[in-house]
């Protein structure tokens, strides 16, 4: 009872927001049936993406542990497509490491945003939330944080997203490893890979920056498709992030000049 | 496939929990300078293409104009932008695929 009192009174010291942050996830318990709820229509999208994983890592040659073993182990959808793209074409593991470092770099960003909405948390739940730190996780928290006091509520919504998320991604993958031998190579599913791409990127572009990066390092990529060793990829990496910052740049001082 | 699977898995893992962890772990005692966390905020919407265009318009790093290709991409692309998820995108994306090279192969006999 009495920590429920403090509990009532740090919220009502929230101000206004008060009822709002009761109601969204007053214990950990809830905080954590909060996070499955949120996630559930996502684990929906989650599985056929799991699954092209499976696939392509069965068509690359893998078996059917390894498949799922990637998927588990590494938990990040889209370099391990990019890493099974590279290692089918003959690229080095050097290669491949550099991709998965650029396609990963975004759990940087998370990372960076995410520690000041952890102040508290002990290092060893930092050490278990890590594996997590994915698109999905990271954009419920930093949406939901606002409206969820103390870090103990915060991790419990954390795994809340996580645990379904992550068992829908490595079960979408033991569907796609198991299926993978059985289909048929006319049915040209590699071509799911690009897609899945497209999908993850076209959503995100809401300014014109971005979309400058976007059509910039992609026309560059084409350019550059006969360098060795996937060079090309990592040049136009770099070009259009280079391109996005002088869009911005240039965005902020035309917007300095009219104001 | 020429590189060790599992060798190539424990160090995507070992790199991926890098980046994951290092500012959640090392709290405070790193920061970056403000260029880089503007760069960083670029990364995917200049990798993801990077990866997907050669992925349609190219065979093993050469040119190939393959129209069911290109229609099902930009299909792809209305899906992503209207739909905002992967399993529709998908759906019309590899729909697209199918269905145009059905009917142009149809065409072509």
């Known amino acids: 009872m009495a920590t429920h009192r403090t509990q009532r009174q740090a919220v009502r010291a929230e101000g206004q927001r008060g009822e709002e942050v009761q109601e969204y996830a007053p214990t950990r318990r809830k905080a954590f049936l909060r996070g499955a709820l949120d996630i559930l229509p996502m684990t929906l999208g989650v599985l ?3 699954a092209v994983a499976g696939l392509a890592a069965i068509s690359s040659g893998l078996n059917f542990v390894e498949a ?26 050097a290669i491949i490491l550099i991709t998965t470092f650029f396609v990963n770099l975004r759990f940087l960003m998370y990372s960076v945003a995410l520690t000041p909405q952890l102040k508290g948390v002990p290092q060893g739940w930092r050490v278990a939330m890590i594996h997590f730190v994915v698109d999905q996780t990271f954009a419920l928290a930093t949406l939901n944080y606002p409206r969820i006091t103390g870090w ?52 995100t572009i809401a300014d014109r920056p971005a979309l400058i990066a ?37 965005l902020w001082s035309e917007g300095e000049r009219q104001a | 496939m020429t590189v060790n699977i599992w060798l190539l898995i424990f160090l995507m893992m070992l ?35 990077a990866l997907a265009l050669p992925a349609i ?33 998908l759906v019309f994306g590899m729909g697209a695929l199918w269905l145009s090279s059905w009917l142009l192969s149809s065409l072509g006999s």
């Open chain 1, 48 to 50: 056929p993406f799991g």
């Open chain 1, 68 to 93: 799922v073993s990637l998927s588990a182990i590494v938990n990040a959808g889209a370099s391990q497509l990019a890493a099974l793209q590279l290692a089918t074409s003959g690229a080095p593991i």
């Open chain 1, 152 to 203: 103990q509520r915060r991790v419990a919504y954390f795994f809340g997203v996580a645990i379904p998320l992550f068992t829908s991604w490595v079960g979408g993958t033991i569907i796609g490893a198991g299926f993978g031998t059985a289909v048929p190579t006319g049915w040209s599913l590699e071509f799911a890979i690009p897609l899945v791409f497209l999908a993850l990127l076209v959503p």
């Open chain 1, 214 to 250: 976007t059509v910039v390092a992609g026309i560059s990529a084409v350019l550059t498709i006969k360098m060795p060793l996937q060079t090309g990829l990592m040049a136009s990496a770099l070009i259009g992030i280079a391109a996005g910052m002088l869009a911005e740049r240039r």
């Open chain 2, 15 to 49: 790199l991926t929990a890098t980046l994951r962890g290092s500012f959640l772990l090392l709290e405070g005692r790193i920061t970056f300078p403000l260029w880089l966390r503007r760069a960083l905020r670029y990364v995917p919407y200049a990798v993801l293409p």
């Open chain 2, 57 to 89: 318009i190219s065979v093993e790093g050469s040119y190939v104009l393959d129209a069911p290709k290109l229609i099902a991409a930009v299909v792809g692309v209305l899906a992503a932008w209207r739909t905002r998820s992967v399993l529709p995108t």
